[in-house]
Each structure stands twice: as C-alpha cells, then as structure tokens.
C-alpha cells in the first residue's frame, strides 16, 4: 500500500534525519533479535542427533533415559554425563551463548561475581548467572514492558482528551481537576506502595505503570480537539446529523495522531525507566528475572566487579539514546510547520 503525499515527506524527512534514521534501524535489529533470544542464548542445544533421530530440547522437553540415562527426570545437557551419552552415538548443536539467563555455571575460574572470560564474555552476576545472556532477555523484557504500557496509555489518553476537547465545559473542567489531583502524586512512590499490596508480575506492572502513564497524552489530544471542534467542517458535519463517536475519532483524531505519534518514543524510554528503577529498589519483576536494573543494583553492590555496573550502564544508555534519537526525528517529520513548502 502507497504511502500518501503528506505521509512520503514525512517519511523523506525522518530518513534525512540520518541520526533518527540509523537509530531506528539500530534499536529495530536489537529488538527484532532479542525476539529470538531462546536461539541465541540458552543451555538447552538447538538440536541434538541421537541414534540417527532429531530431537528438539527447545521445544519439546526429553528424560535422561531418552539418550540412555538412568533416571526418569528431564535431561540436563550441561551435565558431562549426559553430554557424553549423546556425544557417544551422536552430536548436539549448541546456541552461539550456552547460557540462559537463568542458568548458574558452576565451573567458574573465580568466586561470583567472575570476570569476563572465554566462557562468558561480559562475566557473571554474583549468582554465577551469564551477564551477557541477561542483557539479551533484559533488553527484550524491558522493550515489551514499555511497548504494553505505552500503548495502553496511549488508548487511555487519547479516549479522555478526545471526549474532554470535543464536548468541553464541565467535562473537560471535571477531567482537568481530577488529572491535577492524580498527576500531583508522587508516582514511584505510588508505584512501589501498590507493588507491595500484590506478588509482582509483568502483567500487574504494566496495569500500575499504566495508572500513571495516560496523563501525558491527553494534553496534546485535548488541545487537537478544542481547536478543531468549531472548525467548519465539524459544524458542517454536526448540521448533516453525524454522530459525535464518527466526528471524533473519524474526522478529528488523525490530526491528533500527529503529536501522539511525536510522543509515544519518549512515553516508552520513560516506561523502560520505570521499570529499571523499580527493578533497582526491589520493587519490580520478581526474583530470577532477567531485569536490567537487578543487574545495575548487582554492579551497586559490587564495586569489586566492575563489569557489571559498565554493562548495565551501556545497556540502558544505548536503549534510552536510541529511543530519544527516534522520537526527535519522528517530531521533526511530524512538525507541520516543517512540512510547508
């Protein structure tokens, strides 16, 4: 489907923006192949040729017995004894980073936190957990983490500035109170007092992050919508017996859409920050976790290990520059007043 005239030149100025441009890409890869992170990092093989069969441990689960084991239990491919029993009368093809980011090496050549090594080559946690490995499945976590809230928010915000621009007067003086009275909270301090009324999960943190997150759309849809709403064409389409639903989110909304749009990456780095931030008080995803501030709290802690608090620095620095480089580009091809010719 063809882009239209208005959306090509927005379009041509996001990728003359070559700052945006390359970061879109950039972060777009990262993401794409984080999606894929059970093929890239963990301590299950890819596939294992056993006996002249193919067995796939990543999806379905195999006993030791299955490859002359002992014991009925689910089969360990660390284990050297079972590695040998495959290795015997077959092979197994292991992921570029045999690690999960839950699995514990135990054969480290220091106590954890170890250094980087061969082995692991961004170093262990203090559990003995593969740093490199937990970066890959934290930057997929926090990414969808803010993907979910960020468009929840977005839902909410533009349905109550969409219904507080176009009908105005009580509504909209109702609905202003109530946002300086909610806003007004401190909203960390809101956050980790609800997490502590419930077991965290990513579910209940997108809910409670979303309690907050809506406020900051409303603003611009709301100014949209009081500015169109005794336009011409509005009136028109009123007189011709239009439903207010249709003129609202038929008619008025896609002018909208254009600083929702400019918002929503700036709206999903502060997400991954929250996140971060209630993962780093002890507020956030459960323990055993791949979490991104678990593993910034681990290099607070250990200041003896440095690679830790580097790379988690590294990690959310590079997520968070990304994200601002996209949203400055999308609201520069956005701005209708660079858009005039």
Request: charge should be negative.
């Amino acid at each position: 489907m063809s882009l239209s005239h208005i959306n090509q030149q927005r379009w041509l100025k996001f990728k003359n923006n070559r700052k945006s441009y390359y970061s879109f890409w950039l972060f777009s890869v990262l993401f794409v192949l984080s999606l894929f992170a059970e093929l890239i990092a963990n301590d299950k093989p890819l596939l294992i040729s056993y006996q002249n069969s193919l067995y796939f441990p990543l999806i379905t689960e195999y006993s030791e017995t299955d490859f002359g084991g002992e014991f009925d239990l689910a089969a360990d491919y660390r284990d050297p004894y079972i590695a040998e029993l495959i290795e015997q009368d077959g092979w197994m093809l292991w992921p570029l980073i045999p690690y999960s980011y839950s699995t514990i090496n135990y054969d480290l050549p220091t106590p954890a936190p170890s250094a980087p090594t061969n082995e692991n080559w961004l170093g262990t946690d203090d559990k003995g957990r593969d740093v490199l490995a937990l970066v890959i499945y934290g930057f997929r976590l926090s990414v969808l983490f803010g993907f979910a809230v960020t468009i929840a928010s977005a839902l909410i915000g533009i349905a109550l500035g969409a219904v507080q621009g176009f009908y105005g007067g009580w509504v909209d003086l109702s609905l202003q109170r109530f946002m300086e009275i909610w806003g007004g909270m401190p909203q960390l301090f809101m956050l980790i007092i609800l997490v502590n009324f419930i077991t965290p999960n990513v579910a209940w943190l997108v809910f409670i992050t979303t309690l907050f997150g809506w406020m900051g759309f409303v603003g611009v849809v709301r100014a949209e919508f009081l500015r169109c709403r005794n336009l011409e064409y509005v009136t028109a389409a009123k007189a011709m017996g239009m439903s207010d639903s249709r003129l609202m989110f038929k008619h008025i909304l896609p002018n909208a859409m254009v600083a929702t749009m400019a918002m929503m990456p700036f709206a999903l780095s502060g997400s991954v920050t929250i996140l971060t931030s209630l993962d780093f008080l002890g507020f956030g995803l459960p323990p055993g976790s791949p979490s991104l501030g678990e593993l910034l709290s681990q290099g607070k802690a250990n200041i003896q290990a440095p690679w830790l608090g580097f790379t988690a620095f590294c990690s959310l620095g590079i997520i968070l520059m990304l994200l601002v480089f996209i949203g400055e580009g999308i609201r520069d091809a956005f701005d209708p007043r660079a858009n005039k010719k």
